[in-house]
């Protein structure tokens, strides 16, 4: 069984930059999550799928950070305007449905 | 409300000796709980989960944990460390009451010493 995909694993912009990240969850997992990991912490939800419906985004700072999930599978993480404080790995991860299967990461450093 | 506690950020044994990752859990709800482990630039790995079955659970690569209610607590174990053991652990509650939020904790960063 194929895992939870994501593109780019780096990238890095400037601040005041924009930059999507892309994220093709398990096939057949309804819920798809975004967690932002800053190091030295653990994972911070950032916005819960299910489908292609928002279920839960109250900790996405949605002044700069939007997220879709167009036809409930693929979904976009994007941040306009980046700031210095967004250097973090991007978490994606889809649920069967309370366990959680994480995708490998994309590692974002803003300079 | 839910939370979790990794009581040591940094656990370091010698290969061949047991593994203690300590964690305690608070949750308003019978919880479900799990340990992700996360190697050096790697995604987060499922290691064992529990979901009020057995309460001592048993992983991947020899670690298993144990759910004490009474004590609030699911501290990771595993007899014999190796090598390949050194990475950051996760422990992960789940409250159950209708949201699949999951609440991490700070992580423990396990060194193994050749």
């Known amino acids: 069984e194929a895992g939870v995909a994501q593109s780019p694993r780096y990238k890095i912009i400037e601040k005041r930059q924009s930059v999507a990240f892309w994220c093709n969850p398990i096939?057949?997992?309804?819920?798809l999550y975004w967690y932002q990991q800053i190091l030295g912490q653990g994972p911070k939800l950032l916005i819960q799928f299910q489908n292609n419906g928002v279920v839960d985004d109250s900790q996405l700072p949605k002044d700069r950070f939007s997220a879709e999930r167009l036809k409930g599978v693929d979904s976009t993480l994007k941040i306009q305007p980046a700031k210095l404080e967004d250097s973090a790995v991007y978490l994606c991860?889809?649920?069967?449905?309370?366990?959680?299967?994480f995708g490998p990461g994309t590692r974002l450093l803003v300079l | 409300a839910q939370s979790v506690t990794q009581l040591d950020s940094h656990v370091s044994v010698s290969e061949g000796t047991p593994v203690l990752l300590r964690c305690n859990y608070s949750?308003?709800?019978?919880?479900?709980l799990f340990w992700y482990v996360q190697h050096p630039n790697k995604g987060l790995q499922l290691l064992l989960k529990?979901?009020?079955?057995?309460?001592l659970v048993k992983g991947i690569n020899g670690f298993e944990a144990e759910f004490k209610k009474s004590e609030t607590s699911f501290h990771l174990t595993k007899p014999s460390a190796h090598m390949s053991d050194a990475a950051e652990y996760f422990c992960v509650v789940h409250s159950g009451a209708g949201s699949y939020q999951l609440t991490f904790g700070k992580g423990t960063k396990l060194s193994v010493i050749p």
């Open positions: 529990y979901t009020s079955a057995a309460t």
């Open positions: 991860a889809s649920s069967s449905p309370e366990t959680q299967y």
């Open positions: 096939s057949g997992h309804a819920t």
């Open positions: 949750s308003s709800y019978s919880p479900s």
